[in-house]
C-alpha cells in the first residue's frame, strides 16, 4: 500500500517499450507529479457547459471533465452497486427464508443453490453471453413467446398486435448491457443466502411463540422478531456486497463490445487499461486504486455509522 501510494504521486515507465535494449535510466523509471494524477482524474472544465446529448452527471458536476471516461467508470460502477447489491440481497433473504425449514432433500437444494457461488467464473460469464443474445438468446427466446401468447389480446385493441414490439438487444446495447450483467448478478446469491441462513437459524422459537401469542401475524412477525434478529448479517453482506460490486472486473471485462458505447467500462476496468495497456500509466492506476479506496472507505464508514440505529446485536444468550 506504502509503494501504490508514493507510485500515485509519480510516473513509473518501467513497462514501456523500447527500440533498443538500453536500460532505462533512473529520470525514465520514476519521477515525482505530486498529485497531478489525482487531478487529471478529477479535474473539470467548467468553461464548457454540458449539452443536451451529454450524461446527465455533467450536469452535476458543472462542467466537461477533462477524463470523462474516469466518470464514466465510476457511473457505471455506482449504478451497478446500486441495483445490483439490494437485488441480490432481497433475493437471497427471500430463499434462505424458504430454506429454514425441513423437508426432505433439503441439504441438496441448499447445495444447488449456493453452488453457482462457487462455480462463478469465465465459462459463467461466457454461458451467460449466451442466454443475452439478441438473435438465438433463450432470454430473447421466452420474451418472442410471451409476445406470441399476448398478441391475440393485443390485437382487440390495435391492429399490429405485439408484431413491433421491441426486443432487449441486452449485451449489444448502451441501455441493455448494464441490466443484464444486474440480472446476472442475482444468479451468485449463494454466498448471501448461507449468511442469511445461518442467521435466521439462530433465532429462538419462542420469539415467535411469544409474538404469535401476542397476535402478530406473519407480516409482523417477519418485521418485529426475524428482521431485528438477523440485522447483523444484514449488514455484514451488505457490507462486503457493496465492496464487491464496486470491484466488479469479470463481467466487464469479457463482455465488453463496441456497441455498448462504454456501458459496461466499470471502475475497475478502466483501472486495468490504465494499467496494463500502452502506454502503461502505472502511477495514474495507482491514484485511481486510491480514489476508490476512498470511496469504499466513505461508504462503509458510512454503513458502519448508520448501522447503530438499525442493527440489533443480542447481549446475551
Not at 451529454?54 to 465510476?74: A, M
Not at 444484514?234 to 457493496?242: A, E, G, M, R, V
Not at 502503461?280 to 495507482?286: D, E, I, N, P, V
Amino acid at each position: 500500500m506504502a509503494a501504490s501510494l508514493a507510485l500515485s504521486c509519480s510516473t513509473w515507465d518501467q513497462l514501456s517499450s523500447r527500440s533498443d535494449d538500453r536500460p532505462l535510466s533512473p529520470s525514465h523509471k520514476f519521477s515525482w507529479v505530486g498529485t497531478d494524477h489525482y487531478r487529471k482524474a478529477l479535474a473539470i472544465d467548467r468553461s464548457y457547459p454540458p449539452g443536451r446529448n451529454d450524461p446527465w452527471y455533467w450536469y452535476v458536476l458543472g462542467g466537461k471533465p477533462t477524463e470523462p471516461r474516469f466518470y464514466t467508470s465510476l457511473y457505471n460502477s455506482l449504478f451497478y452497486s446500486v441495483f445490483a447489491v439490494p437485488l441480490g440481497l432481497c433475493m437471497s433473504l427471500i430463499v434462505a427464508m424458504l430454506l429454514n425449514r425441513s423437508f426432505r432433500g433439503i441439504s441438496v437444494v441448499r447445495a444447488c443453490i449456493y453452488l453457482p457461488h462457487v462455480l462463478g467464473g469465465v465459462a459463467t460469464i461466457v454461458i451467460w453471453s449466451w442466454l443475452f443474445n439478441p438473435q438465438f438468446g433463450w432470454i430473447n427466446e421466452v420474451i418472442r413467446s410471451a409476445y406470441a401468447l399476448l398478441d391475440p389480446i393485443v390485437r382487440l385493441f390495435r391492429q399490429d398486435g405485439t408484431t413491433d414490439w421491441p426486443v432487449p438487444r441486452w449485451l449489444y446495447s448502451p441501455s441493455g448491457c448494464k441490466p443484464a450483467v444486474i440480472i446476472m448478478s442475482a444468479w451468485m446469491m449463494g454466498g448471501s443466502m448461507l449468511i442469511f441462513l445461518a442467521a435466521l437459524r439462530r433465532i429462538s422459537p419462542q420469539l415467535y411463540e411469544a409474538a404469535q401469542l401476542d397476535g402478530a401475524g406473519a407480516w409482523r412477525r417477519l418485521r418485529y422478531v426475524t428482521f431485528p434478529q438477523i440485522t447483523p448479517a444484514l449488514l455484514f453482506n451488505l457490507t462486503f456486497s457493496s465492496i464487491f460490486a464496486m470491484q466488479s472486473f469479470n463481467e466487464a471485462y469479457l463482455l465488453q463490445n463496441r456497441g455498448q458505447d462504454d456501458g459496461l467500462l466499470f471502475y475497475m476496468l478502466y483501472l486495468y487499461e490504465a494499467a496494463f495497456e500502452p502506454p502503461y500509466q502505472l502511477g495514474y492506476a495507482s491514484a485511481l486504486a486510491w480514489i476508490l479506496f476512498l470511496v469504499l472507505f466513505v461508504l462503509v464508514g458510512t454503513l458502519l455509522w448508520t448501522s447503530r440505529r438499525w442493527v440489533h446485536y443480542a447481549v446475551g444468550e
